[in-house]
């Protein structure tokens, strides 16, 4: 199936009820790596989802905390209890649908993503990932297999805003940070409580490193290595840390008519120099960072004013924290530069911070194996997309799985991942679970 069929087929989605489907025999555990998992279903279901906030486009405009959000969560919610999971939202607003295992004393295996979309986005980034995550504990259950780890299957909430239902899990959300302004133009704080939760209950969510057996998430690459290559399943190694500044750069307003050139302290002229610096600094030292200025605004904005402020965004990724520090440092004193140039100031204001983390060596290899038992090629990879993974690393062992993403598109409404490559990543993901079952 290709996107234009992908697309064309939401309007006629069954949504509201699981897809059904013949009743199976009982599968040992070895056997649900290699059949069990209903992939029909399970694409089925993730074209359903995606007429909650389906845009003309293709795509869908589900960001964390709206009407379409909140109508999302309630189908994947239904599929968690139709699959038997004991489904409840915590005061962060994740969900979690929770199996028990056989032996109590053992720490869960959690596995899921997210389901919110940035504006204007796609049908597959995180949605691949939860609806995987949903079927496999549906196969384990139409199976009969019982794991003797309790299974944890969890929609992460505000994904895309910020890792902010996962941050709030491993104890990284700061308290100011629920007052931050979302997409959805709530609060952090006010989007938990529409979505269920009680943001001054917060604390409660919290959970202690060693807490989880392991976290396991699949997700589309959002980028085009793995297509381009003719790889199966990407073994995520680690995920980049992310960092945002708030940068308000102050000059003098005045009239653009009779202010000569030679006596301008425009704050826009010093922030198009700043734009174009970052691009420097960051290109200037070997190594995957990366550096970008995603937002800009000139106070007061008209055409006949020269700008005396100018706010703009400031984010750098990379895997290594000292690296990210010390190219801010060097962009924050060539800032002061540009500013004297022209008689303006730079004030970086920090935002946001997603910690790097690399994965597990043990649940890549059990990744690796599950992929190459099915007879799948992989590639062991850095992530440089943020994920919710990183911050459940804080935990305990994690693991990622990627699958292709076509043209290596994503964040828009073009995203799109093949039927096949969905339930190959969903089967490594069946396997992976399984094996990190027989772990300690």
């Given at each position: 199936m290709d996107r234009r069929q992908f697309t064309g087929s939401v309007a006629g989605a069954?949504?509201?009820?699981?897809?059904?489907?013949?009743?199976?025999?009982?599968?040992?555990?070895?056997?649900?790596?290699?059949?069990?998992?209903?992939?029909?279903?399970?694409?089925?279901?993730?074209?359903?989802?995606?007429?909650?906030?389906?845009?003309?486009?293709?795509?869908?405009?589900?960001?964390?905390?709206?009407?379409?959000?909140?109508?999302?969560?309630?189908?994947?919610?239904?599929?968690?209890?139709?699959?038997?999971?004991?489904?409840?939202?915590?005061?962060?607003?994740?969900?979690?649908?929770?199996?028990?295992?056989?032996?109590?004393?053992?720490?869960?295996?959690?596995?899921?993503?997210?389901?919110?979309?940035?504006?204007?986005?796609?049908?597959?980034?995180?949605?691949?990932?939860?609806?995987?995550?949903?079927?496999?504990?549906?196969?384990?259950?139409?199976?009969?297999?019982?794991?003797?780890?309790?299974?944890?299957?969890?929609?992460?909430?505000?994904?895309?805003?910020?890792?902010?239902?996962?941050?709030?899990?491993?104890?990284?959300?700061?308290?100011?940070?629920?007052?931050n302004r979302t997409w959805s133009g709530t609060t952090v704080a006010e989007g938990m409580t529409f979505l269920g939760g009680a943001p001054?209950?917060?604390?409660?969510?919290?959970?202690?490193?060693?807490?989880?057996?392991?976290?396991?998430?699949?997700h589309i690459e959002q980028g085009g290595t793995l297509e381009r290559d003719a790889i199966n399943i990407g073994v995520v190694e680690g995920i980049v840390g992310i960092r945002r500044w708030d940068v308000t750069v102050t000059g003098m307003q005045n009239h653009a008519g009779t202010t000569p050139m030679d006596q301008r302290h425009d704050a826009m002229l010093a922030a198009a120099r700043f734009v174009d610096m970052v691009n420097r600094v960051v290109r200037a030292e070997p190594g995957r960072q990366v550096g970008t200025v995603g937002r800009l605004e000139a106070f007061p904005g008209a055409p006949n004013v020269i700008p005396g402020r100018v706010v703009c965004t400031l984010e750098l990724r990379d895997v290594d924290a000292s690296k990210t520090q010390r190219i801010f440092d060097a962009i924050a004193g060539e800032a002061k530069h540009v500013g004297e140039a022209n008689g303006t100031t730079f004030d970086f204001k920090a935002s946001h911070e997603d910690a790097p983390a690399l994965s597990d060596p043990a649940i890549r290899a059990i990744i690796d194996d599950a992929a190459k038992e099915l007879k799948l090629t992989t590639r062991h990879m850095p992530s440089g997309a943020g994920h919710d993974a990183q911050a459940m690393a804080q935990l305990g062992p994690m693991g990622m799985i990627f699958v292709p993403s076509i043209g290596g598109i994503s964040h828009s409404p073009k995203e799109f991942s093949t039927a096949s490559d969905i339930e190959r990543g969903a089967r490594v993901l069946m396997g992976a679970v399984l094996r990190a079952d027989t772990l300690a």
């Amino acid at each position: 199936m290709d996107r234009r069929q992908f697309t064309g087929s939401v309007a006629g989605a069954f949504v509201g009820a699981v897809v059904s489907r013949s009743p199976i025999a009982p599968f040992t555990a070895s056997s649900m790596r290699h059949g069990g998992l209903d992939a029909n279903r399970l694409n089925a279901n993730i074209k359903a989802l995606s007429a909650f906030g389906a845009n003309p486009q293709g795509g869908v405009s589900r960001v964390a905390y709206s009407d379409f959000d909140r109508a999302g969560r309630a189908y994947v919610t239904d599929l968690m209890r139709a699959a038997g999971l004991d489904a409840r939202v915590d005061f962060a607003g994740n969900i979690f649908g929770r199996r028990a295992g056989t032996d109590a004393a053992l720490k869960p295996i959690v596995f899921g993503s997210h389901v919110d979309s940035v504006p204007d986005g796609g049908n597959f980034d995180g949605t691949v990932g939860s609806l995987s995550a949903i079927e496999v504990a549906q196969s384990l259950a139409e199976g009969r297999v019982r794991t003797r780890h309790p299974i944890e299957v969890v929609v992460w909430a505000n994904e895309e805003g910020g890792l902010y239902g996962s941050r709030s899990v491993s104890g990284q959300l700061k308290a100011p940070e629920l007052d931050n302004r979302t997409w959805s133009g709530t609060t952090v704080a006010e989007g938990m409580t529409f979505l269920g939760g009680a943001p001054s209950r917060i604390d409660e969510v919290r959970r202690q490193h060693g807490d989880i057996a392991a976290y396991i998430e699949l997700h589309i690459e959002q980028g085009g290595t793995l297509e381009r290559d003719a790889i199966n399943i990407g073994v995520v190694e680690g995920i980049v840390g992310i960092r945002r500044w708030d940068v308000t750069v102050t000059g003098m307003q005045n009239h653009a008519g009779t202010t000569p050139m030679d006596q301008r302290h425009d704050a826009m002229l010093a922030a198009a120099r700043f734009v174009d610096m970052v691009n420097r600094v960051v290109r200037a030292e070997p190594g995957r960072q990366v550096g970008t200025v995603g937002r800009l605004e000139a106070f007061p904005g008209a055409p006949n004013v020269i700008p005396g402020r100018v706010v703009c965004t400031l984010e750098l990724r990379d895997v290594d924290a000292s690296k990210t520090q010390r190219i801010f440092d060097a962009i924050a004193g060539e800032a002061k530069h540009v500013g004297e140039a022209n008689g303006t100031t730079f004030d970086f204001k920090a935002s946001h911070e997603d910690a790097p983390a690399l994965s597990d060596p043990a649940i890549r290899a059990i990744i690796d194996d599950a992929a190459k038992e099915l007879k799948l090629t992989t590639r062991h990879m850095p992530s440089g997309a943020g994920h919710d993974a990183q911050a459940m690393a804080q935990l305990g062992p994690m693991g990622m799985i990627f699958v292709p993403s076509i043209g290596g598109i994503s964040h828009s409404p073009k995203e799109f991942s093949t039927a096949s490559d969905i339930e190959r990543g969903a089967r490594v993901l069946m396997g992976a679970v399984l094996r990190a079952d027989t772990l300690a």
